[in-house]
């Protein structure tokens, strides 16, 4: 795995690439919030910051953008996605239509092992929110669902949801309001009973009303960031920068 050496500079080791761990870097601070909804990316400042060079950061900005995690604007740089009300409804709705099948197909397929799997893994979310890893908190949760999509043995819909997680990740830990975030793992407990009734309509209708819940919690207006520092957000003091 790559990792930033004394310097805070990434060399890489041939598994993962300089602007993929940087990516992650990225990624676990949109989810932990140390970068706003609209915060502008100054790829100068970042590549100082990381201590990689500018050619690096664009490539990362690349794949951000290509994920939907950031956008990139001619002539004006690069910004943290900042998903308006209507995107969030029709990401929402999208996984409420999928997952409403999915919890069918795991409620009437539902065996002890596959219950006993999905506990465990609900263990380790209840852990998560214990412990105030709020963006393990948000992993977890969608891995939960993916899970989920994993049991119903079809990986083209395990592939679109993955996708469609990866955008509502983004969209809770960016909106969420932060009095009621415990509650979505209670939630999954009971989505859990409902799966294992091996009733589909009661699992369907349980994970309606939990998908609802998480999108009515959904906070879309917030201030606009002000000026960032980039070193304090991830860490680090700023590097001259390396190839």
Do not use: W
């Not at 050619?55 to 794949?63: E, G």
């Not at 999905?118 to 949760?141: C, P, Q, T, V, W």
């Not at 699992?203 to 960032?228: V, Y």
């Amino acid at each position: 795995m790559a990792k930033a050496d004394e310097t805070g500079s990434y060399k890489g080791s041939g598994k993962l690439r300089p602007e993929e761990m940087i990516y992650q870097e990225m990624l676990d601070a949109i989810l932990d919030r140390r970068l706003e909804p609209g915060m502008k990316l100054i790829e100068e400042d970042l590549a100082q910051t990381f201590g990689v060079s500018r050619a690096r950061i664009r490539a990362t900005f690349l794949q951000l953008a290509h994920d939907k995690l950031i956008n990139l604007v001619p002539n004006r740089g690069a910004f943290v996605s900042e998903p308006t009300i209507d995107e969030a409804i029709e990401v929402f709705a999208a996984r409420r239509m999928i997952e409403d099948g999915v919890a069918r197909k795991v409620a009437v397929s539902m065996t002890d092992e596959r219950a006993a799997q999905i506990r465990n893994h609900l263990d380790r979310e209840h852990d998560a929110h214990h412990r105030g890893d709020h963006r393990a908190a948000i992993i977890l949760s969608g891995e939960f669902h993916l899970l989920l999509a994993r049991l119903t043995g079809n990986l083209v819909i395990e592939e679109f949801l993955e996708r469609l997680i990866l955008r509502s990740s983004l969209i809770i830990a960016m909106y969420e309001s932060p009095q009621p975030v415990d509650c979505s793992h209670t939630e999954h407990d009971d989505l859990l009973k409902a799966l294992t009734s091996g009733d589909p309509d009661v699992a369907a209708a349980e994970m309606s009303r939990h998908l609802d819940a998480i999108r009515d919690r959904l906070q879309l207006q917030r201030p606009k960031p002000g000026k960032t520092d980039f070193a304090s957000i991830f860490g680090r003091n700023p590097k001259s920068v390396a190839s």
